[in-house]
């Protein structure tokens, strides 16, 4: 009868064990798709493709002509004087692009955060792509909490504080000193 219950017990183990192993490879497996799914969504998605080649103009923009008004667009007051956008190829104004792009970060590091995303597979993928415009998002963010409190949102957007941690998670090895 003890050898019923050891064989018993030890089926119950097993079986706890397969779960588990089973539970960790399809989180794996689960993980590794959702970094492909915003990668196809980077890169293949015809629409997504025109958000990118606006914000490519935005960051022209903002660094080669010093042209920051962009900001203006994201900041709160009727005392603020915004010139009419023009549209990009997609017609959408660049404060539309702009948005979808700050967003879809946004979106990245949430499932980053909560562990939804193989940081591996999300380096190797997606940080490129950040980079392309991460000294841009880094600068967007710094003269957004430069302007006073007045103007800014009671509560930070939430791509304030995404970009920053993506910024730390995608290029670790660059600090301000470098």
Request: hydrophobic share 40%; with cysteine; proline share 3%.
């Amino acid at each position: 009868m003890g050898e019923f219950y050891t064989a018993i017990v030890a089926a119950a183990f097993g079986a706890l064990a397969g779960v588990i192993f089973a539970g960790l490879f399809e989180s794996k497996r689960s993980r590794r798709q959702n970094v492909l799914d915003f990668y196809n969504r980077f890169i293949l998605d015809q629409n997504n493709r025109l958000v990118w080649e606006a914000v490519w103009h935005i960051r022209e923009c903002w660094f080669d002509a010093d042209d920051k008004s962009i900001l203006l667009y994201f900041l709160r007051g009727d005392d603020i004087e915004r010139r009419a956008e023009k549209p990009s190829r997609n017609s959408m104004t660049p404060h539309q692009n702009l948005s979808i792009a700050l967003h879809f970060w946004t979106s990245v590091n949430a499932y980053r955060r909560r562990g939804l995303l193989d940081n591996v597979l999300s380096q190797d993928l997606l940080g490129h792509l950040y980079e392309w415009n991460a000294d841009f998002y880094k600068d967007f963010v710094n003269r957004y909490e430069l302007e006073p409190s007045v103007r800014r949102h009671e509560v930070d957007p939430a791509w304030v504080n995404s970009i920053k941690e993506l910024d730390l998670f995608f290029r670790p090895q660059k600090t301000d000193a470098s």
